[in-house]
């Protein structure tokens, strides 16, 4: 059996990530809009193995969903649930797509709008305070701004100290880098962290702050 050298051939190849699955609705839609932008005329993909006008319709469906869903009624939430996941799973096929035809070269697969694999998230990790909330059982949560974020994801662990196998909860996702939380029981330790979601991807989540609940 013939032996290949394997020397200077870099095995992980490129991928596009399937970070935007996670995002929030309204951060969805701008990333999805971008693909949409990047990918016109794109002289890389012309031969999509999903028509552009479908993933136009696509995010066109979820933006006439957000309004009707404004109102807070069941149906028009359920509605909205559905197109988002019809949406996510076309632009799950185009990037399935964009890796077949880019074969792990990156400047391909950013030139979609997708990210890649090896592009990192160029952001530290964001610190964050803890304070009093103005009620029993609250905790107010302040994040350092970061230009380019546009969520907070708030996850939260109750104890004294963080066991290396701690499974956090996620308490809140949200757009403000200011979060209360409420229920919490007096006089018990709670410890609590946070990650920004970006146009480049989720960063780590920070270093875990502890807090005395009053």
């Known amino acids: 059996m013939p032996i290949y050298p394997t020397q200077g051939i870099d095995m992980r190849k490129t991928k596009v ?13 701008e990333f999805y809009l971008n693909v949409i932008a990047k990918l016109t005329a794109n002289v890389y993909f012309q031969t999509s193995d999903v028509p552009l006008s479908s993933l136009v319709t696509a995010v ?3 933006q006439a969903a957000m309004i009707a869903a404004e109102d807070g009624g069941y149906t028009a939430k359920s509605h909205l649930k559905d197109v988002v996941k019809a949406a996510d799973e076309l632009f799950i096929r185009e990037a399935r797509y964009i890796d ?5 070269d990156e400047t391909m697969i950013l030139s979609s709008g997708f990210h890649a694999s090896k592009h990192p998230v160029p952001f530290n990790k964001p610190p964050i305070a803890a304070t009093d909330g103005e009620h ?3 905790v107010k949560l302040v994040a350092k701004q970061d230009p380019h974020g546009r969520a907070c994801i708030w996850q939260m ?16 996702t949200t ?4 979060y209360i939380h409420e229920g919490l029981i007096s006089a018990q330790y709670y410890f609590f962290r946070m990650a920004i979601v970006t146009p480049e991807g989720t960063t780590d989540f920070c270093d875990p702050i502890k807090k005395l609940v009053v």
Do not use: H, Q
């Not at 990530?17 to 839609?29: E, G, T």
């Not at 757009?175 to 200011?178: P, Y």
């Open 60 to 62: 066109a469906n979820i």
């Open 136 to 138: 029993l059982g609250s």
């Open 100 to 104: 077949r035809v880019s074969n792990g």
């Open 157 to 172: 662990y109750k104890g004294s100290i963080v066991p290396e196998d701690a499974v956090w909860m996620t308490i809140a």
């Open 175 to 178: 757009t403000s880098a200011t």
């Open 17 to 29: 990530v399937l970070d935007f699955v996670k995002y929030l609705v309204a951060i969805k839609v």
